[in-house]
C-alpha cells in the first residue's frame, strides 16, 4: 500500500513561491510516477505536474509551465513542487498522487487524466492573495 503525506501549503502573495513537498511510503515506489493535482472551489480536479523515476519523466500542464519545477529524491522517496511566480487563479487545494506507470509518457498521461492514479494524498491548502 502507497501512502502520500503532502506538506508546504500555506498563504503568499501573488509573485510570491511556495515549496510543497510529498512524501511518499510503501512497497514498490520505483515503479510510480508521482503527479501533483489541485482543486479550486466549484472546479474540476486538473493535473499540474508529474515525475518519474529521474528529472528529464516530468510533464507541467500548460497553465505551470516555466512557473513550477518539480524533482524528486528517489532515496527518500520525496517529491517537491517549487512554485515560483503565483497568480491569484492557483488558489486550490493540492494533492499529491501515484500511479503505477513509468516515464514521460507515463507521467504525460496522469497529468493529461486519461490515467487515474491509484493513490491519493489528503491535500494541502495553497492560497494567493494580497
Known amino acids: 500500500q502507497v501512502q502520500l503525506v503532502e506538506s508546504g501549503g500555506g498563504l503568499v502573495q501573488p509573485g510570491g513561491s511556495l515549496r510543497l513537498s510529498c512524501q511518499a511510503s510503501?512497497?514498490?515506489?520505483?515503479?510510480?510516477?508521482i503527479g501533483w493535482f489541485r482543486q479550486a472551489p466549484g472546479k474540476e480536479r486538473e493535473g499540474v505536474s508529474c515525475v518519474g523515476d529521474n528529472d528529464d519523466s516530468t510533464y507541467y500542464a500548460d497553465s505551470v509551465k516555466g512557473r513550477f519545477t518539480i524533482s524528486r529524491d528517489m532515496a527518500s522517496h520525496t517529491v517537491t513542487l517549487q512554485m515560483n511566480s503565483l497568480k491569484p487563479e492557483d488558489t486550490a487545494v493540492y494533492y499529491c498522487?501515484?500511479?503505477?506507470?513509468?516515464?514521460?509518457?507515463?507521467?504525460?498521461?496522469?497529468?493529461?487524466?486519461?490515467?487515474?492514479?491509484?493513490?491519493w494524498g489528503q491535500g494541502t491548502q495553497v492560497t494567493v492573495s494580497s
Open positions: 510503501g512497497f514498490g515506489l520505483d515503479y510510480y510516477v
Open positions: 498522487a501515484a500511479a503505477l506507470t513509468r516515464g514521460w509518457a507515463g507521467c504525460q498521461a496522469v497529468v493529461t487524466k486519461t490515467r487515474a492514479p491509484g493513490h
